[in-house]
T-cell receptor
Framework: AQSVTQLDSHVSVSEGTPVLLRCNYS??????LFWYVQHPNKGLQLLLK??????LVKGINGFEAEFKKSETSFHLTKPSAHMSDAAEYFC?????????????FGDGTTLTVKP | DGGITQSPKYLFRKEGQNVTLSCEQN?????MYWYRQDPGQGLRLIYY???????QKGDIAEGYSVSREKKESFPLTVTSAQKNPTAFYLC?????????????FGPGTRLLVL
């Protein structure tokens, strides 16, 4: 069994300040972890993924995430927010050695960036 | 350009009507997926297909049907049995295998009931 919890449904930051979007997961096996971003009425765009290589993963648009097995976390960060970062963000966990389609999505975090 | 296309962008359904959402990919991916997204919620899996002529039910398959006659295409039919079809529907396909499997998403279709 697997699950993912995004700890904040809404996060609001000022432009130029750091962003932290939190994600905890549970999994019976070694997970693959993903962050996706969704702008209004658009599909999901892959930001970054963790697949058992380096625990600090760098993604597009200056985002990065750190896999911490001891804390079962995969938080998304960015040093300086930009207005264009305002969107919905989804944390996703997939389990190895299972049938395709077994990805579990978090409920999403809405990021608001204030000027 | 490679990618996933979904059509139409908006779709209206009348009571008792079946409607079909199109999903096409030219990424040469074997696996394809349909998700439903409701406001304030994550994505829920409707159906997925790992290979042509084969597909499996996801978590919320009731009221939906799919076919996979070609590798590039995975249409979703919302039947009259689906009593609450208003949602944003996302199609995805995936590359790789095992731990490197990554899903790529289309732009979505918003279904509204008249």
């Amino acid at each position: 069994a697997q699950s993912v919890t995004q700890l904040d449904s809404h996060v609001s930051v000022s432009e130029g300040t750091p962003v932290l979007l939190r994600c905890n997961y549970s999994s019976s096996y070694s997970p693959s972890l993903f962050w996706y971003v969704q702008h209004p009425n658009k599909g999901l765009q892959l930001l970054l993924k963790y697949t058992s290589a380096a625990t600090l993963v760098k993604g597009i648009n200056g985002f990065e995430a750190e896999f911490k097995k001891s804390e079962t976390s995969f938080h998304l960060t960015k040093p300086s927010a930009h207005m264009s970062d305002a969107a919905e963000y989804f944390c996703v966990v997939s389990v190895l050695n299972t049938n395709a389609g077994k990805s579990t999505f978090g409920d999403g975090t809405t990021l608001t960036v204030k000027p | 350009d490679g990618g996933i296309t979904q059509s139409p962008k908006y779709l209206f359904r009348k009571e008792g009507q079946n409607v079909t959402l199109s999903c096409e990919q030219n990424l040469n991916h074997d696996a394809m997926y349909w998700y439903r997204q409701d406001p304030g919620q994550g994505l829920r899996l409707i159906y997925y297909s790992q290979i042509v002529n084969d597909f499996q039910k996801g978590d919320i398959a009731e009221g939906y049907s799919v076919s996979r006659e070609k590798k590039e295409s995975f249409p979703l039919t919302v039947t009259s049995a689906q009593k609450n079809p208003t949602a944003f529907y996302l199609c995805a396909s995936s590359s790789g295998a095992g731990e490197f499997e990554t899903q790529y998403f289309g732009p979505g279709t918003r279904l509204l009931v008249l």
